[in-house]
């Protein structure tokens, strides 16, 4: 089941200007990562947020963390057209028929960054 | 280089004729995982490995097939595929910590699979 979910699902903005995607999940995690992909590529990491930071910067990446609000954001600022791309959130989260931590892919936010 | 193999990375069959996708890493990674990506769906979790001769179901397995007799490989294996497998699959591998389970993913360029 998918736990984590991108809003908005679609996103266009010009060149410049600064993208945000959010991701929503509903049970405790450990940690939520962000990953982007190309189009029909694989995904590539970006960046790892921690159960108990709040705020994490990488390059024009900048990722919040709400836990009291079971809620995330990337943002990317000063955006090119090279970030079009889809951009995907994963919650690791307790499995209990693992026993174990799981990572959980939401269904990603498309961003067009129109030059 | 650091990466996730896989192969054919293009494929087209007809329903009920098996075949495997291969997945090799060269990171010497414990934690090895299967996805399809369906549009409107996201990714979704085929099978997981936390390590040799240790699989598990993730969410969508019916109609798969996996094993681990070695580290670095962690095939997937369609039996009798059918035309609702046709699907871009993902394989990833990450290092694997028992108190906090997988954690960064690498995965490989996808292998884009037709059941007709």
């Known amino acids: 089941s998918q736990q984590g979910e991108e809003d908005p699902q679609a996103l266009s903005i010009q060149e410049g200007e600064n993208a945000t995607m959010n991701c929503s999940y509903k049970?405790?995690?450990?940690?939520l990562q962000w990953y982007r992909q190309n189009s029909g590529r694989g995904l590539v990491h970006l960046i790892l947020?921690?159960?108990?930071?709040r705020e994490k910067h990488s390059g024009r990446l900048r990722v919040t963390l709400d836990t009291s609000k079971k809620s995330s954001s990337l943002l990317i600022t000063a955006s090119r057209a090279a970030d079009t791309a889809s951009y995907f959130c994963?919650?690791?989260?307790?499995?209990?028929?693992?026993?174990?931590?799981?990572?959980?892919f939401g269904k990603g936010t498309k961003l067009s960054v129109i030059p | 280089e650091a990466q996730v193999t896989q192969n054919p990375r293009y494929l087209i069959t007809v329903t009920g004729k098996k075949l495997t996708v291969t997945c090799s890493q060269n990171?010497?990674?414990?934690?090895m995982s299967w996805y399809r990506q369906d549009p409107g769906l996201g990714l979704r979790q085929i099978y997981y490995?936390?390590?040799?001769?240790?699989?598990d179901k993730g969410d969508v397995p019916e109609g798969y097939k996996v094993s681990r007799k070695e580290k670095r490989n962690f095939p997937l294996i369609l039996e009798s595929p059918s035309p609702n497998q046709t699907s871009l699959y993902f394989c990833?591998?990450?290092?694997?910590?028992?108190?906090?389970?997988?954690?960064?993913?690498?995965f490989g360029a996808g292998s884009r699979l037709t059941v007709l």
């Open positions: 994963a919650t690791s989260r307790w499995r209990s028929g693992a026993g174990s931590y799981q990572l959980t």
């Open positions: 049970t405790s995690i450990n940690n």
């Open positions: 947020i921690r159960s108990n930071e």
């Open positions: 990171m010497n990674h414990e934690y």
């Open positions: 490995s936390m390590n040799v001769e240790v699989t």
């Open positions: 990833a591998s990450s290092p694997w910590n028992l108190l906090s389970g997988a954690n960064v993913l690498t």
